[in-house]
T-cell receptor
Framework: DAGVIQSPRHEVTEMGQEVTLRCKPI?????LFWYRQTMMRGLELLIY????????DSGMPEDRFSAKMPNASFSTLKIQPSEPRDSAVYFC??????????????FGPGTRLTVL | DQQVKQNSPSLSVQEGRISILNCDYT??????FLWYKKYPAEGPTFLIS?????DKNEDGRFTVFLNKSAKHLSLHIVPSQPGDSAVYFC???????????FGQGTRLTINP
């Protein structure tokens, strides 16, 4: 398996522009997570999906952020308009959560976003 | 409101010695704990975990200790090797929960 795939790996944009980050989870995984990594707060959960349905978006910082999962093999995280404080590394992760079991998440390589 | 805290941003250890990374949590409902390892330009990868019914779990050179009364866990690496240089994240979840709560990470550097 190729693992979780994210694109682009690097994104540099100017303030006010729209940014779209993409993720392909591991085939067969039914949970998908979007995280943001910053020095101050470490890995923050932004939103997660189960079977393509958003379950918890309480970590989404504000209305400028939105996420979709149109099918089991694709998800997007969009920032519109982008601001310099959005600069961070964004990770996508997926998992197969066994009933009554514990959740080991598999992470993609991340997208480093720089907003100028 | 940081429910999982790693108070040491960085740690430097000599090759061959023991590395001890620490993690504290505040949520008494957490019952499963994980450590992830992250190299530069890569995503975090799972390293080792422990359930709250145990106080120790060992996997080769890696051992995780859990002290529930103190709400503290630690990762021991013995002996430390240069390839262990990475950022280590502590994470926790409540029973049956899909969410993991991560700490800020500790950058471990192993010096030859």
């Amino acid at each position: 398996d190729a693992g979780v795939i994210q694109s682009p790996r690097h994104e540099v944009t100017e303030m006010g522009q729209e940014v779209t980050l993409r993720c392909k989870p591991i085939s067969g995984h039914d949970y998908l997570f979007w995280y943001r990594q910053t020095m101050m707060r470490g890995l923050e959960l932004l939103i997660y999906f189960n079977n393509n349905v958003p379950i918890d978006d309480s970590g989404m910082p504000e209305d400028r952020f939105s996420a979709k999962m149109p099918n089991a093999s694709f998800s997007t995280l969009k920032i519109q308009p982008s601001e310099p404080r959005d600069s961070a590394v964004y990770f996508c992760a997926s998992s197969l959560f066994p009933a009554g079991g514990y959740n080991e998440q598999f992470f993609g390589p991340g997208t480093r976003l720089t907003v100028l | 409101d940081q429910q999982v805290k790693q108070n040491s941003p960085s740690l430097s250890v000599q090759e061959g010695r023991i590395s001890i990374l620490n993690c504290d949590y505040t949520n008494s409902m957490f019952d499963y704990f994980l450590w992830y390892k992250k190299y530069p330009a890569e995503g975090p990868t799972f390293l080792i975990s422990i359930s709250s019914i145990k106080d120790k779990n060992e996997d080769g050179r890696f051992t995780v200790f859990l002290n529930k009364s103190a709400k503290h866990l630690s990762l021991h690496i013995v002996p430390s090797q240069p390839g262990d240089s990475a950022v280590y994240f502590c994470a926790a979840s409540e029973k049956g929960a899909q969410k993991l709560v991560f700490g800020q990470g500790t950058r471990l550097t192993i010096n030859p």
